[in-house]
């Protein structure tokens, strides 16, 4: 059984998908989606032996090896410029996946959409799309087993596309579209996060030496998450 949180991955593949998934473990996305599908394929990339061996078996097991190429390299390392369509990198730190985005962008010629969730820091890869024509197309925030998600999906396209210029920067951080729907994990997320920064802050006045630059950022994101809240 997929988890709830590579399922709503998977949705945003089209029927007949090409994609590599980069960080693949056991490689339950792509075998899930190829044994859906039919006309689907996929790469699915590794950089560690143990997480690679059992995508082997796993693959090898639902008979999909013509289909499913799994293969050993960091990143994007594992396919070459024009292989796939589309890449799923999940479970990982934003800035982790920023990372392999922005390492392996040659090898995005031919990939029209991008399926990222990381598991913090969703900012960092909203900031890559932004600043590299990506657009960004839709967002889910989801809850499961006690932790809350998000996913992004990026389209190649006008990156200003999703945001309010106005309020990009605050837009960058919670999602756009997160923002406007506000639903149950969101707000869970904010809340908590308000709190924490709410104590983070209150420690900081009462410190002999303040730090007035991180006092200022703290304010605003706090503003930022009252506004968003109320
Ligand atoms: N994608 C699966 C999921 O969402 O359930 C697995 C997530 S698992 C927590 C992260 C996986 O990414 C690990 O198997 C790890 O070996 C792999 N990984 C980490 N850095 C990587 C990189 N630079 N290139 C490829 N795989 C990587």
């Known amino acids: 059984q997929l988890s709830g949180r590579l399922a709503k991955v998977a949705e945003y593949l089209p029927a007949g998908a090409r994609f590599a998934d980069i960080g693949s473990d056991h490689a339950y996305l792509p075998c899930y989606v190829c044994l859906k599908d039919p006309q689907a394929e996929a ?6 032996q143990g997480p690679y061996d059992s995508a082997m078996d796993e693959v090898k097991s639902h008979n999909l090896e013509s289909r499913i190429h799994v293969r050993l390299g960091d990143g994007l390392d594992v396919v070459q410029p024009g292989e796939v369509e589309q890449v799923t990198i999940a479970g990982m730190g934003g800035p982790l996946i920023r990372d392999i985005l922005a390492r392996g962008e040659d090898k995005l010629t031919a990939v029209n959409r991008i399926i990222a969730q990381p598991n913090i820091d969703a900012r960092s ?13 839709d967002e889910q925030i989801m809850e499961e087993g006690g ?6 999906v990026a389209e190649k396209g006008d990156p200003a596309g999703a945001y309010d210029p106005v309020n990009r920067e605050k837009e960058l951080w919670l999602g756009p ?3 406007k729907e506000k639903s149950q994990a969101f707000l869970r997320k904010w809340q908590e996060e308000m709190a924490k920064k709410t104590y983070i802050l209150d420690q900081m006045q009462k410190a002999s030496t303040v730090d007035t630059e ?8 706090i503003k930022w998450l009252e506004e968003v809240l109320s």
């Open 147 to 152: 932790h809350i998600y998000e996913i992004l």
């Open 214 to 221: 991180k006092v200022e950022l703290l304010q605003k994101e």
């Open 177 to 179: 579209y997160l923002m």
């Open 43 to 48: 790469v699915a990339g590794e950089v560690n």
């Open 125 to 137: 890869i909203r900031q890559w799309f932004y600043s590299h024509g990506y657009n960004l197309v």
